[in-house]
Structure formats: C-alpha cells, structure tokens
C-alpha cells in the first residue's frame, strides 16, 4: 500500500510539473505574440495618424475656400402632425420657439463666424443636399430668408449643425495579458479609442454627412440647457476660432 501510495505521489508530481512547465510554454508564446503584434500594430496607427493629418489639412483648406452650410431644424414634422389634427394652436407654438432658435443660430454665425461663407438650410432638404439636388434645397441667407442665387456648383461644401459627437469606430492595438482561462480571447488582447460620446456639440460634417475627425477641429461642446443667446454664440464664437488657429498653423 506504501508503494502505491508513493507511485501515486510520484505521477501527480510529475502531472503538475507537465502542466508548469506548459503554462509557462504558454506564457511564452503569448508573449512574442503579443509583441510582435505590438511591433506589427504601432507603425500602423503611425501611418494612420498621418493619413487623417493630411485629410484635416485638406479638408481646412477647402472649408476656407468653400461654403459652410447650417443645417436647421423646423420641426416640420411635428408641424405637419398637428396640423392633420387641425391642433394650429400647438402648431403656432412650435414655429414661435423654432423661429426663435434657429434666428439665434443665424444670429450667432453672423455676428461670431468669418472663417468661410455661410448659407443655412432646413433638415428635411438634407437628402437632396446629399444627392446633389441642389436646384431642390432651399437655402436660406443671413437674415434667414430664401435666396435662390445660391450655387454649389464646382464648390466645396461642408455642413455645421448643433447636434451630437458621434462615436469614433477607430481603435487602436493596446496590449496583451495572457488569459487561458478565457477561450474567447486567450491572449488577453486589449484596445482602446472607439468610445461612445453622447455629449451636446456644435460638428461640422463634409459633403457625405460624415462626421470629420481629429486632428481637424470638428466639434465645440454646447450647454443645451443654457441661455438660448449665450448656447449658441459661445459655440460658434469658440469653433471660428479654432478653425482660424488650425488653418494658420496647418502649414504645408
């Protein structure tokens, strides 16, 4: 009975040696994994990086020489809802306060921004916007009235609207920590960049509606729940500025 006993301890000796010595193994290679991963990745966001610094330079040079058109909400549909109900009193309501709102836009672009010419146009126009319809959007000058001699024609045109950031589905080769305990990703690969920003901003979008990204100063933050003056002057006083300041140190 001893020496089975001691056979005993011997395997399970031997066992757990085995089972070391393949963990470290394991460690190992997760190791020169992970780190030639890391060698293979940082050139990658390198080059990345230097791809969307030479788009925003672009990009700054064509906002300066182009248009800048302020999209606008109306509420139409909430318009066109009540008044299929005949409920024109709420539908007064609605064309008083966003007649106010979107005056206090205008208000803050002509008075704060000079960085490019400026046009504004209503929501419901942005489909056709985006298809070139432009004989079809109805474009709205600096007192918010309809001026047709708007041509956008062989120019360059990007989009401002107060709305939200949208999250950035870039991400980036952090790390590695091995995990053999989690079949789903054993080697403990980590990333980061691609979180969600639900926050309140003033962005700028090109003539595709995508969202332009850093280094490209493409949003300023607003307090929606402020005065209705300081909510929208402050933000676009803030974005002329940082368009004026990227522009003159873009360089070549």
């Not at 010595?21 to 997760?30: A, E, N, P, V």
């Not at 991963?37 to 966001?45: H, I, K, R, S």
């Not at 064509?62 to 909400?73: N, P, T």
């Not at 090109?206 to 003056?229: A, I, T």
Request: proline content about 3%.
């Amino acid at each position: 009975m001893e020496r089975k006993g001691t056979q005993q301890n011997l395997i399970g000796i031997t066992y757990l040696s085995s089972m070391r010595g393949l963990l470290s193994l394991c460690f190992i290679m997760f190791a020169l994994i992970s780190n030639a991963q890391e060698e293979a990745t940082f050139p990658g966001n390198a080059e990345y990086r230097r791809q969307r610094k030479t788009a925003a330079r672009k990009s700054i040079k064509e906002l300066k020489a182009g248009v800048l058109l302020v999209r606008l909400d109306f509420q139409q549909r909430k318009i066109d809802y009540f008044t299929k109900y005949e409920n024109f009193q709420e539908v007064e309501r609605i064309q008083k306060k966003q007649s106010k709102i979107n005056a206090e836009i205008a208000d803050a672009f002509n008075t704060h921004y000079n960085f490019c010419e400026v046009y504004f146009f209503r929501m419901n126009d942005s489909r056709k916007l985006l298809q070139g319809k432009y004989d079809s959007v109805l474009f709205f000058n600096s007192q918010l009235e309809p001026d047709s001699s708007v041509n956008l024609e062989d120019r360059t045109w990007f989009v401002a609207e107060f709305g939200y950031i949208e999250q950035d589905t870039s991400i980036f080769y952090s790390g590695a920590s091995p995990t053999p305990q989690n079949e789903d990703n054993p080697a403990g690969v980590t990333y980061y960049g691609g979180s969600k920003n639900n926050k309140s901003a003033l962005v700028i979008r090109n003539d595709k509606f995508d969202q332009l990204r850093d280094p490209f100063p493409y949003y300023v933050g607003f307090n929606y729940f402020g005065s209705v003056k300081k909510r929208y002057r402050l933000p676009v006083q803030k974005l002329n500025r940082h368009l004026h300041n990227y522009f003159n140190n873009s360089g070549e």
